[in-house]
């Protein structure tokens, strides 16, 4: 019976001999440098001004708006924590981090892990998939490896390509970073706003948060294309759903969330964790245990399908 | 001897429709067995099941006495086939195809992964990525990652498909030493008879996912020959043969005395027709064909 890891390093050879794969990999790069060099190109005035005068101005909004006292408590909540915060620089003469600076870009550039989501979709879309429709899988499944095992190396082969990916969005974000805005603010601390105070904590560990965070979604959207694909054997379906899916899930259950209390069950009103942290919750009264639990239930749902089909499928490709 | 492969009562139902039915047969080590039947006949069912790739709806594939349903990756370590085409990842190089399927069973060593690429004639090729092969390389290809983990039981399944004459020589030769000289149990599938007559020592014949019969290739060659006698004076010759061969006489025409018998009956025959005084010019066997065997105990069609 073969190793499991032998099995892994079967599935990223046939990930990484091909070329589709490498593309993928110059795109994010590409992205990254030039989200870098459009930043620069567009940020040249707002560096010069004074932060302090902004900020004041800007806090003299979030009062008027608050004494309105119209609006629902989360986002009054949220306004509250943004003036804790600017009050908090102030008084302790620490600059708003800038997008055109080291740490700036560097959390800016966290939103393409959209795409790193959209490279792993197809991926995993391919994984199962392309076995049947190369035929290949009748070779594949007749070796001393249950199904299961097999079926395992794939799904963990994917993540695997999706954690490496966030490395290298990670390292190459703080190179290009670097060399585009230098490394000016590179001490500057962050603010976090925790029981109704405002703490200093590290940068980079606010950036991993973020990382991690936004990694939730992948994750998901990953099994879920996953399963489509082991499900109907055909990648193209896989990735059309997911990502269309992807696009306009949030949106369709923030439609639904005005109107229904149910919307709170469905799986896109849980996947942005980041809503607990620096936003509001589509159904009022949610809370980030109550969204790991509905991830989990669907994660084990998913991959039980998954998992129960390929086991028992006969194999006719 | 114990069979490497026995196939008990074998089933498969797909949807409301039986595929297979009632399938038994054991397959030894040291022989070529062919799965003879028209397309559609569920040869390649078979197979999926043999390999586990299909469920098995009822009844039991044992691999040198090892159920496939029961224990599937202790029954197919010993198995190597090829279903159907021989599809391999053309963007990898025949190595590393090879290397990945090395990786799945214990024990195979780079040094057996070579020897199985000169064995198959690939060493110019190897490292040139599939989708530059024909046909043929493809063939041999396939025939390696069968072989890789030294197998008991090799399975084909319609391995002449597309070879030109030549290809098809060379697979059956390469068959038949496989099984004669490394004592393999090879099966392979077709839907010509005249493939089998030349790479088997048995077939099963299947019609319509039941087992027709199985035949043994040496059998049925041997079994009642047509023999013409040139034979002077013709009169005598005949009542003599029905003396001692009653049944054997078919017809008297120009050319001679057409008889039917076994092959081992036709000395005896001479002897007799010598011995009486009756001169005989000459002895010619038409060996009856085994198509016609064949199509005698089909019915006489569907075979292409
Ligand atoms: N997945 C399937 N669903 C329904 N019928 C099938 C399926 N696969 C094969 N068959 C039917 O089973 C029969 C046997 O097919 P097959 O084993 O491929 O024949 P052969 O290999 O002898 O040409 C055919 O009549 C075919 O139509
Ligand atoms: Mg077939």
Aim: proline residues 2%.
């Amino acid at each position: 019976m073969p190793s499991f890891i032998s099995l892994i390093q079967n599935e990223n050879m046939k990930i990484y001999r091909r070329m589709s794969t490498w593309v993928m990999i110059g795109l994010l790069a590409l992205a990254t440098i030039a989200g870098a060099l459009m930043i620069k190109g567009t940020h040249k005035e707002e560096a010069t001004g004074d932060w302090k005068k902004q900020i004041i101005a800007e806090n003299q909004t979030l009062k008027a708006q608050l004494s309105e006292g119209n609006m629902p408590k989360a986002y009054n909540k949220q306004l509250e924590k943004q003036l804790r915060i600017n009050e908090y620089r102030l008084e302790h003469e620490l600059k708003p981090i800038a997008s055109n600076s080291f740490w700036g870009f560097v959390v800016e550039s966290s939103n393409l892990i959209e795409f790193i989501t959209l490279f792993t979709i197809v991926i995993a879309a391919g994984s199962v998939a392309n076995e049947f429709s190369w035929g290949t899988i009748k070779l594949l499944l007749i070796r001393p490896a249950s199904r299961s095992k097999i079926l395992l190396s794939k799904y963990a082969a994917t993540i695997l390509f999706a954690v490496c990916m966030l490395l290298f969005l990670l390292i190459s974000s703080f190179i290009v970073s670097a060399v585009v805005f230098g490394v000016e603010n590179v001490r500057d601390p962050y603010l976090a706003y925790q029981d109704g105070r405002v703490v200093e904590t590290s940068m980079i560990l606010h950036v991993l948060s973020v990382y991690g965070l936004n990694s939730v979604n992948l994750v998901m959207m990953v099994t879920f294309a996953f399963m489509i694909s082991t499900v109907f054997r055909n990648s193209s379906f896989a990735i059309g759903l997911a990502i269309f899916l992807m696009f306009t899930g949030s949106q369709i259950t923030m439609l639904l969330a005005a109107k229904f209390e149910w919307a709170k069950y469905s799986l896109f009103a849980n996947t942005n964790l980041m809503q607990y942290i620096d936003g509001i919750p589509p159904v009022e009264g949610m809370t980030m245990s109550f969204s790991i639990m509905m991830l989990l239930v669907y994660f084990a749902a998913f991959n039980s399908l998954t998992w129960l089909i390929f086991k028992k499928r006969d194999i006719a490709a | 001897m114990k069979p490497v492969l026995q196939i008990k009562n074998l089933r498969k139902d797909i949807g409301k429709k039986t595929i297979i039915h009632d399938l038994s047969l054991d397959v030894f080590a040291g022989e070529v067995f062919g799965f003879l039947g028209p397309n559609g006949a569920g040869k390649t069912t078979t197979i999926r099941m043999i390999v586990g790739l299909m469920g098995i709806t009822s009844g039991e594939v044992l691999i040198n006495g090892i159920s496939i349903k029961k224990d599937f990756a202790k029954a197919i370590q010993h198995v190597g086939a090829i279903v159907e085409n021989p599809e391999m990842y053309k963007f990898l190089t025949g190595y590393q195809n090879l290397l990945h399927y090395a990786r799945m069973v214990k024990g195979v060593t780079k040094e057996r992964i070579n020897e199985v690429v000169e064995l198959v004639g690939l060493e110019k090729r190897i490292h040139d990525k599939v989708k530059t092969y024909s046909l043929g390389m493809r063939q041999r290809l396939g025939l390696a990652q069968a072989l890789l983990h030294k197998p008991s039981l090799l399975i084909l399944d319609e391995p002449t498909n597309g070879l030109d004459p030549a290809g098809i020589r060379e697979i059956r030769d390469y068959l038949r030493k496989l099984a004669k000289q490394e004592g393999l149990a090879v099966i392979v599938s077709s839907h010509l008879l005249s493939e089998m007559e030349m790479m088997c020592d048995r077939f099963a014949i299947i019609q319509h996912g039941r087992l027709v019969g199985i035949e043994s290739v040496q059998d049925l060659v041997n079994s009642s020959q047509k023999v013409l006698l040139n034979v002077n004076p013709v009169e005598e010759a005949v009542s003599i043969i029905r003396q001692i061969y009653s049944n054997a006489l078919r017809q008297v025409t120009k050319q001679g005395i057409e008889i039917s018998v076994e092959r081992e009956q036709i000395p005896a025959i001479n002897a007799a027709l010598v011995s009486k005084g009756v001169k005989v010019y000459g002895i010619q066997t038409v060996a009856k064909s085994l198509e016609e065997r064949f199509l005698e105990m089909t019915g006489g069609n569907e075979i292409a």
